[in-house]
T-cell receptor, first 113, second 116 residues
Framework: QKEVEQDPGPLSVPEGAIVSLNCTYS??????FMWYRQYSRKGPELLMY????GNKEDGRFTAQVDKSSKYISLFIRDSQPSDSATYLC?????????????FGGGTRLMVKP | GAVVSQHPSWVICKSGTSVKIECRSL??????MFWYRQFPKQSLMLMAT?????????EQGVEKDKFLINHASLTLSTLTVTSAHPEDSSFYIC????????????FGPGTRLTVL
């Protein structure tokens, strides 16, 4: 079993839909959770960075962490074709600079106009 | 966010040659940088952790003599793929954590290596 599981998709939605992307993990020591967006042939771009359980909102994006269930989510409101990309969840045990990230496999999202 | 650059963005080389990839943090210093490899439609696989002024730490299964890492300064790390073979063809991405509260990791744009 992988440490971080993520449905690979593809997930296809119409423009304007609310998108829900999810990851589950097995290591209860993870405390810092991130979502990255990666366009084809580009490096990942940091979207959201949260600590412990709770919600964090930034524009159309909301990140949710439920540590008791070992489950994190990214919600995208009013999805746009430009949101079409692969979304990677990532997590780490501490925020020490030398601490590595553990990634999910990524979910490919397609938003159709 | 912070900016990390990579050079070159794309390289084709003959089998048996060596290729050097540079990773630079443009507006911050990074004592640690990370090197990843990504195959098509797969997630990032951590290869090694590059430490300024000391030896890199390699992940299990990554050959340190094949993938030479040098972290010569607080803004530059290099990955050299030695004696490249077609199976080394991949997308290589570096990242660097900033020194803010969360030490967020920012990624470079990646280098696509094709070995003929």
């Amino acid at each position: 079993q992988k440490e971080v599981e993520q449905d690979p998709g593809p997930l296809s939605v119409p423009e304007g839909a609310i998108v829900s992307l999810n990851c589950t993990y097995s290591n209860s020591a993870f405390q810092y959770f991130m979502w990255y967006r990666q366009y084809s042939r580009k490096g990942p771009e940091l979207l959201m960075y949260t600590y412990s359980s709770g919600n964090k909102e930034d524009g159309r994006f909301t990140a949710q962490v439920d540590k008791s269930s070992k489950y994190i989510s990214l919600f995208i409101r009013d999805s746009q074709p430009s949101d079409s990309a692969t979304y990677l969840c990532a997590m780490r045990i501490s925020n020490n600079a030398g601490n590595m990230l553990t990634f999910g496999g990524g979910t490919r999202l397609m938003v159709k106009p | 966010g912070a900016v990390v650059s990579q050079h070159p963005s794309w390289v084709i080389c003959k089998s048996g040659t060596s290729v050097k990839i540079e990773c630079r943090s443009l507006d911050f210093q990074a004592t640690t940088m990370f090197w990843y490899r990504q195959f098509p439609k797969q997630s990032l696989m951590l290869m090694a952790t590059s430490n300024e002024g000391s030896k890199a730490t390699y992940e299990q299964g990554v050959e340190k003599d094949k993938f030479l890492i040098n972290h010569a300064s607080l803004t530059l790390s290099t990955l050299t793929v030695t004696s490249a073979h077609p199976e080394d063809s991949s997308f290589y991405i570096c990242s660097a954590p900033t020194s803010g509260w969360g030490n967020e990791q920012f990624f470079g744009p990646g280098t696509r290596l094709t070995v003929l």
